[in-house]
């Protein structure tokens, strides 16, 4: 008897059911898919995902595997090289097509490059599919054919081709009610023997705070919606409030997809006044101009990408303890200790602490923007290679549309605005708790007497600031001059 038309799909950062092209379009295709994911690690350096990332991925592969099941499918976990790998699962099947969806990380561009060309030589149809961008990376040119370099212009000719046809946002389509049956000889690897789970477990904090999988991503964009979506504009900026979204991780998973989340926000924007959707899908589009900006300019996770911030005299005294501080969220800062402790805790960190804590890190304690973004790829949930490049050669000064170097956050006056009533600190630096907000962000103008009546002893129980903020400051204007007139001389 003949074999069913068969076909693979290779899941990644796509774990979705709902909108899912390359999914829609096997299915359309054949009578039987066989959905498959594979783990190869020696592919991923040296960007393979950190600690936090892989408890996700964990439990997110679990959440689609289980719905799978529920509609008669199953997932099949394979590790080794993606080519071999596919080959093998091709020969075993009798599969004549395999469907994936896009991702473009540049060293993932080059490896699906080269296993679509095998499988092509092989006789396969073998097609890539658009499920993680409104705007892909190569769509969105300036008249000169060029890349965008800055976000505003970029942005509004992506609004312009939303009105264009064929429409990058159309409706997103349903997830299948029933899926065909994956024969039972087809042999599957547990996903717990992917190891992806911590062997001490420090993970309690993602557990309390996170439901990884598709139905934790529409349980998150729903409450959004029908909360903070209205005044989001302000709430965004208020740390200690839930004013924003949390749906990077589901994003940057794939287990809900941008033209999704465009949808549900939907003509709600368009309402006179509805100023909170309008700003929430600009921010959207900083993950679209994050996308595009690495998909051009690859080096950019380790190079600035303004080339003269390359001679950046970056501290080398003390280094080692300032970083080591900064980590572990005992710089003595309490705006940016609570950041880092949420991070560490959560694995999320709020976008506007995110700046305060990256401003701190290559300002301040004048330490190299790459080790700040190499923590953050081990510690947060939505490490994301785009996203977070992106955002720290921003915070840096060296990057596109970057703060100005000379913008230098006072972390003080930050938490002052932004942090007002110090609730966000009191949540994660504990033993501030009891101090008045007029003096929460800065402990060490407190009198002595107050710090002992709050239990506070500067040095015993939190540090004392790491470094002097105004000489700092000073001190980094002046290596940036050192760096301006370099460069000019040059
Ligand atoms: C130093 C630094 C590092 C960062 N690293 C990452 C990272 O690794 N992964 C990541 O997803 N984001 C990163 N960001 C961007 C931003 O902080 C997060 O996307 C945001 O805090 C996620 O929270 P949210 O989902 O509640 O955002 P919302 O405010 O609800 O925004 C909705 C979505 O828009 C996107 N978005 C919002 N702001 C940005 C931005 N500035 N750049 C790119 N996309 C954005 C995200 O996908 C987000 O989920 C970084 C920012 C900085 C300053």
């Known amino acids: 008897m003949p074999h069913p038309k068969t076909a693979i799909v290779w899941f990644r950062r796509d774990l979705r ?31 393979q995902p950190g600690g936090a990332a892989r408890w996700w991925l964990h439990h997110s592969l679990t959440a689609l595997a289980a719905e799978l099941e529920q509609r008669g499918s199953r997932l099949i976990v394979a590790g080794g090289a993606s080519l071999q790998t596919l080959r093998r699962l091709i020969q075993s099947t009798g599969a004549t097509e ?103 477990p420090w993970d309690g904090g993602l557990a309390e705070t996170w439901q990884p999988g598709e139905r934790g991503a529409l349980a998150r964009l729903d409450a959004f919606l029908s909360g903070p979506l209205a005044g989001y504009s302000e709430g965004r900026e208020r740390p200690a409030e839930h004013g924003t979204s949390m749906l990077s991780p589901h994003l940057h998973w794939g287990e809900i997809g941008p033209r999704q989340v465009l949808a549900a926000v939907g003509d709600s924007r368009f309402d006179a006044g509805a100023v909170g959707p309008e700003h929430f899908i600009r921010e959207l589009g900083w993950r679209e101009f994050s996308i595009q900006m690495l998909f051009h300019f690859r080096d950019t996770p380790l190079v600035p990408l303004d080339p003269k911030f390359a001679d950046f005299p970056w501290r080398t ?15 003595g800062i309490p705006i940016v200790d609570a950041g880092m402790r949420q991070l560490w805790h959560t694995g999320w960190m709020h976008n506007r602490v995110r700046m305060i804590v990256a401003s701190l890190l290559t300002k301040n304690l004048r330490l190299p923007w790459q080790e700040g973004a190499r923590w953050f790829w081990d510690t947060l949930v939505d490490a994301d290679l785009a996203s977070n490049t992106q955002g720290w050669q921003w915070a840096a000064g060296s990057g596109a549309d970057a703060a100005p170097y000379f913008r230098i956050f006072n972390p003080v006056l930050q938490g002052e605005r932004f942090d007002k009533e110090g609730d966000y600190v009191r949540r ?15 402990p060490w103008m407190a009198k002595s007497g107050l710090l002992e009546q709050v239990g506070v002893r500067l040095g015993r129980n939190y540090p004392a600031p790491v470094v002097d903020l105004r000489q700092t400051r000073a001190e980094a204007l002046a290596a940036f001059e050192q760096l301006k007139q370099r460069a000019d001389a040059g």
Not at 26 to 38: D, M
Not at 163 to 188: F, G, H, I, K, M
Not at 428 to 442: F, G, M, S, T, V
Request: hydrophobic share 40%; aromatic share 8%; with cysteine.
């Open 17 to 47: 059911l709902t909108d899912n092209p390359a999914l829609a379009a096997a299915l359309a295709r054949c009578e039987r898919v066989i959905p498959v994911y594979l783990q190869a690690p020696e592919e991923e350096q040296p960007w």
């Open 98 to 200: 395999c469907h994936w969806n896009r991702l473009y990380e540049p060293a993932t561009v080059e490896r699906d490059t080269r296993v679509k060309q095998a499988l092509r030589e092989d006789g396969l149809h073998c097609e890539s599919h658009n499920a993680s961008s409104l705007f892909e990376p190569w769509t969105v040119k300036t008249a000169a054919g060029e890349p965008y370099r800055v976000f505003s212009p970029y942005w509004r000719r992506c609004m312009q081709q939303l009105t264009e046809q064929p429409n990058p946002a159309a409706a997103p389509e349903l997830a299948p009610e029933v899926l065909p049956r994956v024969p039972a000889e087809v042999d599957s690897r547990t996903i717990a023997s992917l190891g992806l789970l911590p062997s001490i």
């Open 428 to 442: 994660w630096c504990p033993e501030l708790a009891k101090l008045p907000k007029k003096i929460i962000h800065q």
């Open 317 to 331: 005294d003390n280094a080692d303890a300032l970083l080591l501080a900064w980590q572990r969220g005992r710089t």
